[in-house]
């Protein structure tokens, strides 16, 4: 035994060094908020629950059973319960992302490849709508399309020209594929326009200098060298397009439409756990091999080598007498996909009858009234007045901070503990693990936390219906992107600067507080701003998790659209629109005073 002290020693002081114990801590924090999840969602598929008296009997609370996944895929409720969902679910996200790589690889070599005239203005201009909530376009869409043959108002179409809109277009799967394209084109444009960014010139000249034409350079060089971004955009669009909740609900609810996503959501509003918790659980399968389908095809895939050491020369393609067209073609896109879905939503909150798109009827009413007319609203206050709509913009901002600042605070520790141990398997088991949540959308997130935090777990008490389940979710689904932000901070910081802190005989608290800190503070103040953008914006996330006394402003959005209150609706659209706006005005500000020090 004495021999084994000298060993043991070691092994204590190598465990409790700053790093590793860092490491350590990090890693029971993430299985404790990812991993245990997780499991805690599939075991509560394979047991009993009280509800279950709805469906089943003779079964004892909380034994073993698979009645739930025959249930699901074997009864005579499948077809609705799974099966339709899926093919839906497959369908609207495979065509959302066609559009966006239809639309977002054109926009990044006109860009990024050509001469066209205000390219830097139109980038920016462009991406909006990915800094937008993704259901921003769907509530649009219906402003404009909606028709009353469902027994709503008609829509503006509608006004315009006497004629109904036809269900297909203004509702379920086409109007779904558009709205989801068009915000998530923005996705593959900043994928695709940084490969085409990276690719030197002097191969496309070689191809120009053996006779190829400008379409067969495109075509044989040009393409072949950004396919791995496309690739990637593709299945990291498919795989965000599976859980998302915002736009299928809106557009896809009112003819019976249903995804999987909004099929959980709908089974956890009925009371079954246990068919909501499988769905779950096929959205995270269906996400993961979406994943690893793209590491398999990009990995596999031959490489072609882009950046040699002759150093990068990019040459613009010139439009000649098509620039100022494509000019106007791009503008006017600009126009339909990001200016005219806000203008229909501001019209719209500024209407005082809801069938009435004159200007005679555009009005305050919805925003500064004070209420008690019952006529409008069953006589509640105007936005700017109303209690409710003041506390869930509260609970927005302090979710959205609170969050942000977690999340900045866990990316640098991530960063830290992962650069500082490079090469080890510590350091490559916590970067794998902080990536796990990208894997699960965030509808199959919220019902994950649903499942584990329902009921107490050791010493942590049930915090379902409770402002701190909310922040716990927001910063398990941000860490992913906190953890990258907090690495590409770090491996900038110089390691002889921290050595030079211990030959000094500053503690590791000191050195992280008064080096590390400092030094990664725009990569936190970036990171900070991008969690508070995503959080205060997500409606997929929480909307299981909400209740009255913890409401934000994107599920009051979805309560007021399910009661019929649109003007209400789209006005508070319209305050998310502003913040998130003023969160990347503030991004974009701050990068450029770091580039310029």
């Known amino acids: 035994m004495s021999a084994l ?16 114990l860092l490491s350590l801590v990090l890693c029971a924090l993430l299985i404790y908020l990812v991993g245990v999840p997780l499991l805690r969602i599939a075991w509560a598929t394979i047991t009993w629950h009280p509800e279950d008296a709805r469906v089943a009997r003779g079964f004892e609370e909380g034994a073993l059973t698979m009645f739930h996944w025959k249930r699901t895929f074997l009864g005579t409720v499948s077809n609705e319960l799974v099966y339709r ?9 495979a065509g959302a992302t066609l559009l966006a790589l239809l639309i977002g690889c054109p926009l990044a070599w006109l ?10 203005l139109l980038g920016g201009l462009i991406t909006i709508p990915f800094i937008l909530p993704s259901w921003t376009i769907a509530l649009a869409w ?6 009353s043959r469902l027994g709503g108002a008609g829509g503006l179409f509608e006004y315009l020209t006497g004629v109904a809109t036809p269900n297909w277009l203004a509702y379920g799967p086409v109007p779904i594929v558009i709205a989801m394209g068009l915000h998530y084109y923005a996705f593959t444009f900043i994928l695709v326009s940084g490969a ?3 690719v030197d010139s002097h191969l496309e000249e ?21 396919l791995p971004a496309i690739l990637s955009a593709f299945i990291l669009t498919f795989s965000r397009s599976l859980g998302t909740f915002g736009t299928p609900i809106f557009l896809g609810r009112p003819v019976g439409y249903y995804t999987l996503a909004t099929t959980l959501y709908n089974n956890l509003r009925m009371g079954f756990k246990a068919s909501a918790y499988i769905l779950a659980v096929v959205l995270v399968v269906l996400s993961a091999l979406t994943i690893y389908g793209n590491q398999r095809l990009i990995g596999t895939r031959k490489s072609f080598v882009t950046i040699s050491g002759r150093g990068l020369r990019v040459r613009l393609t010139p439009l000649r007498g098509w620039r100022y067209p494509l000019l106007i073609l791009v503008l006017a896109f600009v126009l339909v996909c990001v200016v005219v879905p806000l203008l229909l939503l501001v019209w719209q909150s500024l209407m005082l009858e809801e069938t009435n798109y004159s200007l005679g009827n555009l009005s305050l009413h919805y925003w500064i009234s004070e209420g008690g007319n019952r006529r ?5 206050a105007g936005l700017l007045r109303s209690w409710l709509v003041l506390g869930a913009a509260k609970n927005s901002i302090a979710l959205s901070v609170i969050t942000a600042g977690l999340v900045g605070l866990l990316g640098l520790l991530l960063g830290y503990a992962i650069v500082k141990g490079r090469g080890t398997r510590l350091s490559r088991a916590l970067e794998q693990i902080s990536f796990l949540p990208y894997l699960v959308p965030s509808i199959a997130f919220g019902a994950v936390y ?11 008490p049930a915090l379902y219906g409770t402002f701190a389940l909310l922040v716990l979710v927001c910063v398990a689904k941000n860490l992913p992107f906190s953890s990258r932000t907090g690495v590409s901070s770090m491996l900038q910081v110089g390691q002889e600067l921290e050595e030079a802190a211990v030959v000094a005989g500053a503690s590791w608290t000191a050195r992280f507080r008064r080096i590390i800190v400092p030094l990664t503070l725009s990569g936190f103040v970036a990171g900070f701003l991008l969690t508070f953008i995503s959080t205060i914006r997500d409606l997929s996330l929480i909307i299981l998790l909400v209740t009255p006394s913890t409401r934000v402003l994107p599920s009051l959005i979805f309560r007021y659209n399910e009661q019929g209150f649109t003007q209400f609706a789209n006005g508070i659209v319209i305050i998310l629109v502003a913040l998130s706006l003023a969160g990347q005005w503030l991004i974009r500000k701050i990068g450029k005073k770091e580039a310029t020090q």
């Open 142 to 147: 219906l402003v404009f399309f909606r028709n």
């Open 111 to 120: 860009l990024t490849r050509t001469d066209l005239p205000g390219r830097r």
């Open 196 to 198: 085409l960014a990276s």
């Open 85 to 93: 969902p899926f093919l839906n679910t497959v369908v609207t996200s």
């Open 5 to 20: 002290h000298p060993h043991l020693r070691r092994l204590w002081r190598a465990i409790t060094t700053p790093r590793i």
């Open 450 to 460: 649903i499942a584990m935090f329902a009921s107490p777990l050791g010493p942590i």
């Open 206 to 226: 070689s191809g120009e200098i053996l006779g190829a034409n400008r379409w067969k350079i495109l075509k044989k060089i040009t393409l072949p060298l950004v």
């Open 376 to 380: 409008y609203a069953e006589g509640e």
